[in-house]
């Protein structure tokens, strides 16, 4: 009876949990209550806008992977290396040359000293004028940056000043891809004369030309590279190469100076070849000229090996966290370790020259060497990697430049149609840009390119009405295959750059002549006017906007961080009217020297 009773009293629970909707009876009445409100809340109103949450979700992915691509990736260890793989190279053969014209004991290294404290002066100023350019070192200092050489002297000198930059730094690079053409036809020289023991020596052959140009091919993809930062590992192989060279003149320099082997090759005593001032062996009408002569011939070669500016921007737009501090640090020691490399390569080398045949060393050190010297053919196999492996590092900013060059001349030519046919479309383009024109700093070199360095990222309006007609616009050209498009264009631009400068390597004879063209004109104006003078247009600007500014509320603190930023800035603006009173003038000193010697050679 109890048991009947029992079980009344359960079915009786269980009816009423169903009548009354409770959730506190069986488990299986529980889990169906559970699927009837689910069913209830997935209404299928509320349909669209659980698909719209997942849309959110994905594009909110694909935005972070963007993001990604976009975030700095150069540490302070890639950047050195690719900063030294730019200045450390070519050049640096022939400072044995400038030191014994110079002077090897005192006033070369003295001239050397002081070009670099010059030259990390000059980098200052290039890149605080680009920070002043479009502010990288704000909140955003971990996404890639987009300053441009040419986009700097732009906004500082004016637009024509941002094209003449361009065209600059274009023919310094494209010339340094040609000159380092005739440098890998030098070190290849033994092998092109057991292909042809017969080839002539006073001209380049047609087998020593074709030997350069198997190097060059092997090097054409590594030119296709779309930034620097893939070049780390190579950029310290070209290190190491270029520093076993040291070791293998200086065991030789050593041995001649010192070992009494080379007795009856010596000249002198190796105290009485070091000179304190340029040497008059010139055959010169009065040994003033000739003095005057040899400083005007080595002053390129020392502003020469610090060729870096064209590369100091790119670097700076990949460096991670590229705070001042870490900026200054990263330039400071690069140039300074160079330096103490050039000054060690250059004594040592032109001490050679006193075992040389005609009493120096010439323009490239390791021709002065026998072409049987096993030593010296493990050194050239370096310098032949090490040229090789630079190459690279010209090529990608001259391809670079060119190309926004190209965009902003196809941008500013169809700006000018007026057809009936076009107006639509400069309709939309002026929208898009209109937003961008607004800005204080705006470029218009950096508008063709969208102000990006990489020359893929598509080019994004900011937000407004005229940003969703640019959005429609850049998906419709990706969708088109436009990023297919551009790295094609890169490819095509990398390859027509190399090659032509290995055409022009083929008809130049000597590298002397190169390095005087480009360090006695072209690399002055780029490596110390140009960045001087857009630092005292951009500094004067921006103080000409801070007196317009109202500081009538101004405590202690702030009055005496502001006197000592004015003291620091006085003290920059000074240094660099003193870059543009002694550089200027030794400018048309060189390039006047250059022009001489061409002549008088011919």
Same mark, same amino acid.
């Given at each position: 009876?109890?048991?009947?009773?029992?079980?009344?009293?359960?079915?009786?629970?269980?009816?009423?949990?169903?009548?009354?909707?409770?959730?506190?009876?069986?488990?299986?009445?529980?889990?169906?209550?559970?699927?009837?409100?689910?069913?209830?809340?997935?209404?299928?109103?509320?349909?669209?806008?659980?698909?719209?949450?997942?849309?959110?979700?994905?594009?909110?992915?694909?935005?972070?992977?963007?993001?990604?691509?976009?975030?700095?990736?150069?540490?302070?260890?890639?950047?050195?290396?690719?900063?030294?793989?730019?200045?450390?190279?070519?050049?640096?053969?022939?400072?044995?040359?400038?030191?014994?014209?110079?002077?090897?004991?005192?006033?070369?290294?003295?001239? /050397?000293?002081?070009?670099?404290?010059?030259?990390?002066?000059?980098?200052?100023?290039?890149?605080?004028?680009?920070?002043?350019?479009?502010?990288?070192?704000?909140?955003?200092?971990?996404?890639?940056?987009?300053?441009?050489?040419?986009?700097?002297?732009? !906004?500082?000198?004016?637009?024509?000043?941002?094209?003449? !930059?361009?065209?600059?730094?274009?023919?310094?690079?494209?010339?340094?891809?040609?000159?380092?053409?005739?440098?890998?036809?030098?070190?290849?020289?033994?092998?092109?004369?057991?292909?042809?023991?017969?080839?002539?020596?006073?001209?380049?052959?047609?087998?020593?030309?074709?030997?350069?140009?198997?190097?060059?091919?092997?090097?054409?993809?590594?030119?296709?590279?779309?930034?620097?930062?893939?070049?780390?590992?190579?950029?310290?192989?070209?290190?190491?190469?270029?520093?076993?060279?040291?070791?293998?003149?200086?065991?030789?320099?050593?041995?001649?100076?010192?070992?009494?082997?080379?007795?009856?090759?010596? *000249?002198?005593?190796?105290?009485?070849?070091?000179?304190?001032?340029?040497?008059?062996?010139?055959?010169?009408?009065?040994?003033?000229?000739?003095?005057?002569?040899?400083?005007?011939?080595?002053?390129?070669?020392?502003?020469?090996?610090?060729?870096? *500016?064209?590369?100091?921007?790119?670097?700076?737009?990949?460096?991670?966290?590229?705070?001042?501090?870490?900026?200054?640090?990263?330039?400071?020691?690069?140039?300074?370790?160079?330096?103490?490399?050039?000054?060690?390569?250059?004594?040592?080398?032109?001490?050679?020259?006193?075992?040389?045949?005609?009493?120096?060393?010439?323009?490239?050190?390791?021709?002065?060497?026998?072409?049987?010297?096993?030593?010296?053919?493990?050194?050239?196999?370096? /310098?032949?990697?090490?040229?090789?492996?630079?190459?690279?590092?010209?090529?990608?900013?001259?391809?670079?430049?060119?190309?926004?060059?190209?965009?902003?001349?196809?941008?500013? *030519?169809?700006?000018?149609?007026?057809?009936?046919?076009?107006?639509?479309?400069?309709?939309?383009?002026?929208?898009?840009?209109?937003?961008?024109?607004?800005?204080?700093?705006?470029?218009?070199?950096?508008?063709?390119?969208?102000?990006?360095?990489?020359?893929?990222?598509?080019?994004?309006?900011?937000?407004?009405? =005229?940003?969703?007609?640019?959005?429609?616009?850049?998906?419709?050209?990706?969708? !088109?295959?436009?990023?297919?498009?551009?790295?094609?264009?890169?490819?095509?631009?990398?390859?027509?750059?190399?090659?032509?400068?290995?055409?022009?390597?083929?008809?130049?004879?000597?590298?002397?002549?190169?390095? =005087?063209?480009?360090?006695?004109?072209?690399?002055?104006?780029?490596?110390?006017?140009?960045?001087?003078?857009?630092?005292?247009?951009?500094?004067?600007?921006?103080?000409?906007?801070?007196?317009?500014?109202?500081?009538?509320?101004?405590?202690?603190?702030?009055?005496?961080?502001?006197?000592?930023?004015?003291?620091?800035?006085?003290?920059?603006?000074?240094?660099?009217?003193?870059?543009?009173?002694?550089?200027?003038?030794?400018?048309?000193?060189?390039? !006047?020297?250059?022009?001489?010697?061409?002549?008088?050679?011919?």
């Amino acid at each position: 009876m109890e048991f009947e009773r029992n079980g009344s009293n359960l079915s009786t629970a269980v009816s009423n949990s169903i009548e009354n909707d409770d959730t506190t009876g069986l488990p299986e009445i529980a889990m169906k209550k559970s699927r009837l409100k689910l069913e209830d809340q997935l209404n299928p109103e509320d349909e669209p806008k659980f698909e719209e949450q997942q849309d959110n979700s994905t594009e909110e992915l694909n935005s972070r992977s963007d993001v990604s691509e976009n975030q700095r990736e150069g540490t302070i260890t890639s950047a050195r290396f690719n900063i030294l793989t730019s200045m450390v190279g070519g050049g640096s053969l022939s400072l044995p040359l400038a030191f014994y014209q110079a002077g090897n004991g005192f006033l070369a290294p003295f001239l /050397l000293i002081c070009i670099a404290a010059l030259v990390e002066y000059s980098v200052y100023f290039l890149v605080q004028a680009g920070n002043h350019t479009k502010r990288t070192n704000g909140a955003n200092s971990n996404t890639k940056g987009s300053l441009a050489y040419e986009s700097v002297a732009s !906004s500082a000198l004016g637009v024509k000043a941002g094209h003449l !930059s361009m065209a600059l730094v274009c023919t310094i690079c494209f010339g340094a891809i040609a000159g380092y053409g005739v440098l890998l036809r030098d070190m290849l020289l033994p092998i092109s004369d057991y292909l042809s023991p017969d080839g002539g020596k006073n001209s380049p052959t047609f087998v020593q030309n074709i030997t350069m140009l198997i190097v060059v091919l092997l090097v054409t993809p590594l030119c296709t590279l779309q930034n620097l930062t893939a070049l780390q590992n190579i950029g310290m192989a070209s290190i190491i190469s270029i520093l076993t060279l040291f070791c293998c003149v200086t065991y030789r320099s050593v041995e001649c100076n010192f070992s009494s082997e080379y007795d009856n090759i010596r *000249h002198m005593p190796w105290r009485e070849y070091i000179s304190f001032l340029p040497s008059n062996d010139d055959e010169q009408s009065s040994s003033s000229t000739a003095t005057l002569h040899q400083l005007a011939n080595s002053l390129p070669i020392l502003i020469t090996v610090f060729m870096c *500016h064209f590369n100091v921007l790119p670097v700076h737009n990949e460096l991670v966290n590229p705070s001042p501090k870490r900026v200054n640090r990263l330039f400071s020691t690069s140039i300074w370790s160079a330096t103490i490399f050039y000054l060690l390569m250059g004594f040592v080398g032109s001490m050679y020259g006193n075992c040389a045949e005609s009493g120096r060393v010439e323009g490239n050190v390791l021709l002065s060497f026998p072409e049987d010297d096993v030593l010296l053919i493990l050194g050239r196999g370096c /310098l032949t990697l090490t040229i090789a492996f630079a190459l690279p590092v010209f090529v990608v900013p001259t391809r670079d430049m060119f190309l926004r060059g190209l965009d902003s001349f196809c941008t500013s *030519h169809s700006e000018e149609v007026d057809d009936g046919d076009h107006i639509v479309d400069n309709l939309v383009h002026s929208s898009c840009t209109s937003s961008a024109s607004n800005n204080m700093y705006a470029n218009p070199l950096e508008d063709s390119v969208g102000g990006n360095h990489d020359l893929i990222e598509p080019l994004l309006a900011a937000e407004g009405n =005229g940003g969703e007609i640019c959005e429609v616009q850049t998906q419709e050209s990706h969708s !088109s295959d436009g990023g297919n498009d551009d790295n094609r264009r890169r490819v095509i631009a990398s390859i027509t750059i190399l090659w032509a400068a290995a055409a022009l390597a083929c008809c130049v004879e000597s590298i002397d002549t190169v390095w =005087g063209v480009l360090g006695g004109s072209f690399q002055i104006i780029v490596g110390f006017i140009i960045p001087s003078a857009s630092y005292l247009s951009l500094m004067w600007l921006n103080e000409a906007s801070d007196e317009s500014e109202s500081d009538d509320v101004r405590d202690a603190d702030e009055y005496s961080t502001s006197n000592a930023s004015n003291t620091r800035d006085a003290w920059y603006r000074t240094m660099a009217w003193i870059l543009l009173i002694i550089f200027v003038p030794v400018m048309f000193i060189c390039t !006047s020297n250059s022009v001489y010697n061409i002549v008088n050679d011919n």
